[in-house]
């Protein structure tokens, strides 16, 4: 029957951890108004924390930075392995801003204390927006099974763990890369290719990771890792190096383009990250769909149409869903997820923040005005009105001038 319909359990949850019990209350009293929306958990502990998520499925858990017996990273990292769909987000003072970006590995987004109302509850309605846009129901028949998905490299969070810390040396991270032999060669030939545009043969990881730095290299790595994953004989090897060029591209022209803007450089190795993985739904497509795919390809490039949009009639989702949904299920921080998810469509975002997102939909329709041929090109349009409202409408020539000096040599 209708009325059966139990609503309780279909709202929201969001569970809130924190050891002292002003902020419990202060936290309480702020989102009474939402108890209609979210069911909201409250615990004073880690152990607490994790009784109540035995119990109940959680969407989110916002945990304290500094709690005493477990802090807030430990927490979180139990709570990626036991509960790996969980959102997970940290709360603290923003003078622990150097600790939280070494906790990076277990956190999607970082909330800062004294919390300000507006911004908090915003921040976990955007989330609830991103992961509705993720909703599964159109992806998970695509991509199949979820165990099946290649995960991340072994050794990806030791080395995420390592960048973050500030004693980090070349060195630490030279051993983390090199022990996969394989790896280190693929980055050794693409360092050199064409792409970075380096004046001398650069002939070792040391010296690839002193030239384009440790950030650039960590996106590499991802990078090749999915290419590798996903690429396979039955995929027109043409098609796979045109995405590869393309979204080495873009990794390159949003951090640039980001690094004109501000200098964190955690936003900007970000933005690497997005840039480089922004397509990685495509790989997914091709590798799952291989010939309903193909055709979709080739009418969209025939009736010149943007890509997305004929997969959007085709599969009911696009590119950009899938390949959001895929960096979400390895955990890697929701700005990268959300550059991803909304890279054709970026004003359907909640924030107007500048963010990796801002860079890599600029960078993106900019490739593919500048290089491309054909494909997305026509179709692809820069959201003019999006640029505005971040105040960047103005720099848009400055951009399109680095990314044409940057292209000049492809
Ligand atoms: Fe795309
Ligand atoms: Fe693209």
Redesign the pocket.
């Given at each position: 029957m209708a009325y059966d319909v139990n609503y309780e359990e279909q709202k929201k949850s969001i569970l809130i951890v924190d050891d002292e019990q002003n902020i419990l209350t202060g936290l309480k009293h702020l989102l009474h108004k939402k108890k209609r929306i979210w069911n909201i958990f409250y615990a004073t502990g880690g152990k607490e924390a994790l009784n109540i998520m035995h119990e109940k499925s959680i969407d989110i858990i916002i945990a304290d930075m500094r709690m005493p017996v477990m802090t807030g990273v430990e927490l979180l990292n139990i709570v990626k392995s036991q509960y790996p769909g969980t959102v997970r987000f940290i709360l603290s003072a923003y003078s622990d801003r150097e600790m939280i970006m070494r906790s990076i590995g277990s956190t999607h987004q970082f909330l800062t204390k004294p919390c300000d109302s507006v911004k908090f509850q915003a921040a976990i309605a955007k989330t609830f927006a991103l992961r509705d846009k993720l909703g599964n129901d159109k992806i998970i028949p695509i991509i199949g099974d979820i165990s099946k998905l290649p995960s991340l490299p072994d050794y990806y969070d030791d080395l995420q763990r390592k960048l973050k810390d500030p004693d980090c040396s070349v060195s630490d991270v030279e051993e983390i890369i090199s022990s996969d032999v394989a790896m280190s060669a693929k980055i050794l030939q693409l360092v050199n290719s064409a792409f970075f545009g380096v004046p001398r043969k650069i002939e070792g990881m040391r010296h690839a990771l002193t030239l384009l730095g440790v950030e650039m290299i960590q996106s590499l790595v991802l990078t090749i890792h999915i290419f590798d994953s996903f690429s396979r004989e039955d995929v027109e090897t043409f098609r796979i190096n045109k995405l590869y060029t393309h979204c080495v591209n873009v990794a390159l022209a949003s951090s640039r383009i980001m690094s004109n803007i501000c200098d964190d450089q955690f936003r900007i190795s970000n933005t690497a990250i997005a840039g480089m993985l922004?397509?990685a739904g495509?790989l997914v497509l091709m590798k799952k769909c291989p010939d309903s795919y193909r055709s979709v390809m080739d009418r969209s490039q025939k009736e010149q149409t943007s890509?997305?949009m004929a997969e959007q009639e085709e599969y009911g989702t696009s590119?950009?869903e899938i390949g959001a949904y895929l960096l979400g299920m390895w955990g890697l921080p929701d700005e990268i997820v959300e550059a991803v998810a909304y890279?054709?469509s970026p004003g359907e975002n909640m924030t107007r923040e500048i963010l990796p997102l801002a860079a890599v939909h600029t960078a993106?329709v900019l490739e593919h005005e500048l290089i491309q041929d054909g494909q997305?090109a026509i179709a692809l349009k820069m959201d003019t009105d999006y640029l505005k409202e971040l105040a960047l409408m103005e720099r848009l020539p400055d951009f399109r001038k680095l990314c044409q000096e940057l292209f000049k040599t492809k």
């Amino acid at each position: 029957m209708a009325y059966d319909v139990n609503y309780e359990e279909q709202k929201k949850s969001i569970l809130i951890v924190d050891d002292e019990q002003n902020i419990l209350t202060g936290l309480k009293h702020l989102l009474h108004k939402k108890k209609r929306i979210w069911n909201i958990f409250y615990a004073t502990g880690g152990k607490e924390a994790l009784n109540i998520m035995h119990e109940k499925s959680i969407d989110i858990i916002i945990a304290d930075m500094r709690m005493p017996v477990m802090t807030g990273v430990e927490l979180l990292n139990i709570v990626k392995s036991q509960y790996p769909g969980t959102v997970r987000f940290i709360l603290s003072a923003y003078s622990d801003r150097e600790m939280i970006m070494r906790s990076i590995g277990s956190t999607h987004q970082f909330l800062t204390k004294p919390c300000d109302s507006v911004k908090f509850q915003a921040a976990i309605a955007k989330t609830f927006a991103l992961r509705d846009k993720l909703g599964n129901d159109k992806i998970i028949p695509i991509i199949g099974d979820i165990s099946k998905l290649p995960s991340l490299p072994d050794y990806y969070d030791d080395l995420q763990r390592k960048l973050k810390d500030p004693d980090c040396s070349v060195s630490d991270v030279e051993e983390i890369i090199s022990s996969d032999v394989a790896m280190s060669a693929k980055i050794l030939q693409l360092v050199n290719s064409a792409f970075f545009g380096v004046p001398r043969k650069i002939e070792g990881m040391r010296h690839a990771l002193t030239l384009l730095g440790v950030e650039m290299i960590q996106s590499l790595v991802l990078t090749i890792h999915i290419f590798d994953s996903f690429s396979r004989e039955d995929v027109e090897t043409f098609r796979i190096n045109k995405l590869y060029t393309h979204c080495v591209n873009v990794a390159l022209a949003s951090s640039r383009i980001m690094s004109n803007i501000c200098d964190d450089q955690f936003r900007i190795s970000n933005t690497a990250i997005a840039g480089m993985l922004h397509d990685a739904g495509k790989l997914v497509l091709m590798k799952k769909c291989p010939d309903s795919y193909r055709s979709v390809m080739d009418r969209s490039q025939k009736e010149q149409t943007s890509l997305h949009m004929a997969e959007q009639e085709e599969y009911g989702t696009s590119h950009a869903e899938i390949g959001a949904y895929l960096l979400g299920m390895w955990g890697l921080p929701d700005e990268i997820v959300e550059a991803v998810a909304y890279h054709h469509s970026p004003g359907e975002n909640m924030t107007r923040e500048i963010l990796p997102l801002a860079a890599v939909h600029t960078a993106n329709v900019l490739e593919h005005e500048l290089i491309q041929d054909g494909q997305d090109a026509i179709a692809l349009k820069m959201d003019t009105d999006y640029l505005k409202e971040l105040a960047l409408m103005e720099r848009l020539p400055d951009f399109r001038k680095l990314c044409q000096e940057l292209f000049k040599t492809k």
